[in-house]
């Protein structure tokens, strides 16, 4: 094991001001308490201390921040492209300056292991950097003549909206909504997840830094049943941009019904990776243990589901066991660390169940299925073989290091099991066969396919889910769809007859 001092050094004069003075909210560029006076304490899932003391915030508090994103629209969608441009390039240097702080605070407030915050936080910087970029021209729109009349379509923000995060990889989740949120010209309240506030308090104190006018950018900290609910239903409030589990987006589809929320969900999945017997072995190997056991799989487009083909299952399965028993379990913030501890105890004892339901349902435990150490939520990766697709393990989303595997016997049945789950983010498709890749990924019900390959992600291509992952796309343009309305304005170009009534 690594020599953890001097990062836990490093952690202790990082998390310092935050024990001394609470994670507050950020409202029209004030630091503030909750209104009530109330908060919540936030603990570390590595060893149960105590991080800080939260803003318990409620609807008051949504309300004020509201009105300070209310208050301060105007002049920010009115901002010029390159000035919102350049403010946002500074946002990006900013994160790059303290990436390793910000590295640090989320491994101790979500577990999540160093080796993968590190790079998390730079691609927090990223998604500034590059729709930074993209402010200029966010407004651009088309010239579509008609006869006697030229149509001119243009984009506007489409007012304050909300921004609503989990608790798994934060950092990289709020930069992913709220960066072309601002780029579009929305100001923004943010409402990050209860279980791991410390970096959504971090990305607001550099927007003060990085010269956003008081209240572009606020941040109210509560639980989702009172300031995340009063925020989906705030009338000031003309979007929701929401990731988390696919029953919160139903809530919020509920609640923000009185007041016509135009939604953009990022929910859950059990995304199948299917590994047919002509695929490059090792390769696909790889990509099946990375893509469920990094971030502890608490990731939304982990694949969470093994399809794999009877011919190779044997082997196959045997190689994955040994991997899978030699992953490194331990300290977040030892960058050897492979897996961390589990966010919270509520959410290890979800976990957990899944063990006892796979057993009962008559899948074998390959690997894993068991607690580490008696302080933190440690759990040892696990590999359930020889699922069937009707077990629960098999269809719902377990967020865990927790990998089901079934076999198939030909395409036909691999289409047909990965397609039969609620969910539809990812898939991933391993085969050499070209023709069969394209065919499989047409039929295949999810909004983004990988072949021969791990989630890479690209930032022009559009992110989201289909069926019970989501509803809209993210990256590239699509972000802008979303946080933008169009507008037509049609100009007559000659005097035609106008139809005469009453004369
Ligand atoms: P969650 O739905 O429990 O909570 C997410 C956020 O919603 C939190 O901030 C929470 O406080 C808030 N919330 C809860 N109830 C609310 C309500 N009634 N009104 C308004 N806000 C409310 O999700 P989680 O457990 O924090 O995160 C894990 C889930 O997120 C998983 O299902 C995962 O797949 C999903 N996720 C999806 C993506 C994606 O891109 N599709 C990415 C990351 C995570």
Not at 195 to 201: G, K, M, V
Not at 318 to 326: C, F
Not at 356 to 373: C, D, H, P, T
Request: net charge neutral; charged share 25%; with cysteine.
């Amino acid at each position: 094991m690594t020599d953890l001092a001097p990062k836990i050094e490093q952690l202790g004069r990082h998390l310092a001001r935050y024990r001394r003075d609470g994670i507050m909210n950020l409202i029209g560029g004030e630091t503030r308490p909750a209104a009530s006076g109330k908060t919540f304490e936030t603990r570390s899932p590595i060893d149960e201390s105590l991080i800080a003391a939260v803003a318990e915030s409620d609807a008051a508090d949504i309300d004020a921040a509201a009105k300070a994103a209310k208050a301060a629209f105007r002049s920010w969608a009115a901002t010029d492209g390159a000035k919102r441009k350049a403010i946002l390039h500074r946002f990006a240097d900013l994160i790059v300056a303290r990436a390793e702080e910000i590295a640090i605070l989320e491994c101790w407030d979500t577990g999540q292991p160093y080796r993968f915050m590190s790079k998390a936080a730079l691609r927090g910087a990223e998604n500034f950097r590059f729709f930074a970029d993209m402010a200029p021209s966010a407004r651009d729109g088309r010239s579509l003549p008609a006869p006697g009349q030229l149509n001119i379509t243009a984009r506007h923000p489409i007012g304050p909206v909300g921004v609503i995060t989990p608790w798994n990889t934060p950092f990289m989740l709020s930069t992913w909504k709220i960066a072309p949120a601002l780029a579009a010209g929305c100001t923004v309240v943010h409402k990050p997840a209860e279980f791991s506030p410390l970096s959504a308090r971090l990305l607001a104190e550099i927007a003060l830094e990085a010269g956003l006018p008081a209240g572009v950018l606020n941040l109210v900290n509560g639980h989702g049943e009172t300031a995340g609910k009063a925020l989906t239903e705030h009338p000031d409030i003309a979007a929701i941009a929401f990731v988390g589990e696919s029953r919160t987006g139903s809530m919020i589809m509920r609640q923000g019904a009185a007041t016509l929320k135009r939604v953009h969900f990022e929910l859950g999945g059990k995304n199948p990776v299917i590994v047919f017997d002509d695929a490059d072995l090792d390769r696909a190997l790889d990509a099946v243990v990375f893509m469920i056991y990094s971030l502890n799989g608490e990731r939304c487009t982990s694949s969470s589901r093994l399809l794999v083909q009877d011919t190779i299952a044997e082997e196959f399965l045997a190689r994955l066991a040994e991997r899978v028993r030699k992953i490194r379990v331990g300290h977040p913030l030892d960058p050897a660390t492979e897996v961390g501890p589990l966010i919270h105890k509520s959410h290890f004892d979800k976990v957990s169940s899944y063990v006892e339901i796979g057993k009962s349902e008559g899948a074998k435990l390959a690997e894993g299925g068991s607690r580490v150490g008696t302080e933190g939520f440690y759990f040892r990766p696990t590999l359930f073989t020889g699922a069937s697709r009707l077990m629960r393990i098999a269809r719902e989303e377990i967020f865990g290091p927790f990998l089901t595997s079934i076999e198939f016997r030909n395409e036909e049945e691999a289409l047909s099991i990965a397609n039969d789950v609620a969910y539809g983010l990812t898939g991933y498709v391993w085969t050499n066969d070209l023709t069969r890749a394209l065919r499989f990924s047409n039929a295949l019900e999810a909004g983004m396919i990988w072949v021969n390959s791990e989630n890479v992600r690209h930032l022009p291509t559009p992110f989201g889910g289909v069926k019970a992952s989501g509803i809209g796309r993210d990256g590239g343009d699509w972000s802008f769809e979303f946080y933008m309305e169009q507008k037509n304005i049609s100009l007559a170009t000659g005097r035609h007859a106008i139809p005469r009534l009453g004369a």
